[in-house]
């Protein structure tokens, strides 16, 4: 029984839903502070994100007539779902030394799982624009999954065929040539997942009116904006555990770790900040050639350097 | 007040509608989104679907082929919803009031599908942005 309750005090509370959504409208709040900055404007008060959601939480929500009414309700639940279990497990790894073997493979379907509910809930809802979306969204996912899954692929090789999150991350994998290599692409990845500017071709706002999200309005929205918020926590965290050398519990690593954590999300900021939305040829062209390449150097580079004993290729 | 009056204070979301405008205000409205005026810092955004929109902003004279597509965005917009009427066009045709093809002006044509609309009027030829952000802040303080 008591083992029961602190799981759910895991997954509720602390490092589970409630911390993770504060923190993550605390980030969306930078994201949107930082993006202003950029364009010399003042940007929206701290809070804004919260006011967001609850405005959003008392709306009417409309439900399009054609549309199949449970899986379009039932989407956003699937992919906070699988982000709070993404978010739980990470923070779990990182503070109570939870991991188990394999953990890296489980964090990969699930960071899926938020690409797959929008797939759901939009081609639920009956509208040619989400459906656009859908298509875009789909292929994406194809495009960014195989850098990714190559990317993560050096770090396992770096450090000599290990598949615990918590072994990967005792070692900074991005101090190594190949290393740095599969940062930069596995960046450019979790831009795509967060549907960042260069790739938010699903979204794509002056041209789809938001796309994926089109229908969805009240507290479906707002489910899908807690989603997102728990999304631009969970992510960057896993960059950081994987290639930066991870989180600290206490004292100066923890301090390293936010200093980590926070130049991952800025990085984030300033890509979407300077680049113009890209086609979605031109982004499946970009994921699988331009980094497919850089990335079958950097394994061949992991590999060497593994053999000869050669910690900085 | 509610927590829901006063979440949609903090956080109007507005949706731009054209409904026969010769640009001049929807330059106007886009105004208000530059540095110099930022309605972002109140938490004023443009969204691109009428699903997510708290107000909209509704340029032009309704033209006769306008109007039906005016009619069913305020449908698809979820309540409680502001409309904006803004500029001369909207507030009451302004110089094209002969014109054969106009059906407004705005209020009228959102009235006859709901009689309790809340619904706002900001005149000029354009109106400056000043006037726009002025008349938001001012429909806002009396839901």
Redesign the interface.
């Known amino acids: 029984m008591s083992e029961a309750l602190q799981n759910m005090y895991w997954v509720v509370i602390f490092p589970g839903f409630l911390f993770t959504v504060v923190a993550g409208f605390l980030v969306s709040w930078l994201v949107r502070k930082v993006s202003a900055l950029v364009q010399w404007r003042v940007g929206p008060p701290l809070l804004q994100p919260f006011y967001d959601v609850i405005k959003l939480a008392g709306k009417e929500i409309l439900i399009p007539q054609n549309a199949q009414k449970t899986v379009f309700m039932a989407a956003p639940i699937i992919g906070s779902a699988g982000v709070l279990l993404l978010s739980t497990m990470l923070w779990r790894i990182t503070i109570g030394n939870s991991a188990f073997v394999g953990d890296i493979i489980v964090a990969v379907y699930l960071m899926v799982l938020p690409s797959l509910a929008l797939i759901l809930g939009s081609s639920a809802s009956a509208s040619p624009h989400a459906s656009l979306g859908t298509s875009r969204e789909m292929k994406l996912v194809i495009g960014y999954e195989l850098p990714l899954v190559l990317a993560l692929i050096v770090v396992i090789i770096k450090s000599g065929g290990q598949l615990n999150l918590a072994a990967i991350s005792e070692q900074t994998t991005a101090l190594s040539i190949s290393g740095i290599l599969a940062f930069l692409v596995s960046l450019l990845c979790i831009q795509a997942k967060l549907g960042f500017v260069p790739f938010d071709i699903a979204e794509a706002e002056t041209e789809l009116a938001s796309g994926v999200l089109i229908e969805y309005s009240g507290a479906l929205l707002a489910i899908w904006k807690i989603m997102q918020a728990m999304m631009i926590v969970a992510l960057p965290l896993f960059l950081v555990m994987v290639f930066l050398g991870g989180f600290g519990i206490s004292g100066w690593p923890l301090v390293f770790g936010i200093g980590k954590y926070v130049l991952v999300v800025v990085l984030l900021i300033l890509i979407k900040n300077t680049n113009p939305r890209l086609r979605i040829d031109q982004a499946m062209k970009f994921f699988w050639v331009h980094c497919g390449i850089i990335l079958v150097v950097a394994v061949i580079l992991a590999m060497t350097g593994n053999i000869y004993g050669i910690s900085w290729l | 007040m509610s927590?829901?009056t006063w979440?949609?204070k903090?956080?109007p979301?507005v949706f731009h509608v054209n409904t026969g405008a010769c640009n001049n205000c929807d330059i106007e409205i886009v105004d208000c989104l530059t540095?110099k005026f930022?309605v972002?810092?109140f938490?004023i955004k443009l969204?691109?679907?009428p699903?997510?929109a708290?107000a909209l902003l509704v340029t032009g004279g309704v033209t006769a082929q306008a109007a039906p597509r005016l009619r069913e965005v305020y449908r698809?917009t979820?309540?409680?919803c502001v409309v904006f009427a803004v500029g001369a066009c909207a507030c009451d045709k302004g110089i094209f009031a002969s014109g054969y093809h106009m059906v407004g002006p705005v209020d009228k044509i959102i009235r006859e599908i709901d009689p309790d609309a809340i619904i706002a009027y900001v005149p000029g030829c354009p109106p400056k942005p000043e006037a726009i952000i002025s008349g938001v802040v001012k429909a806002l303080s009396i839901l």
């Open positions: 927590w829901k979440s949609l903090k956080s979301w540095p930022d972002e810092r938490g969204v691109g679907s699903r997510h708290d698809q979820p309540k409680p």
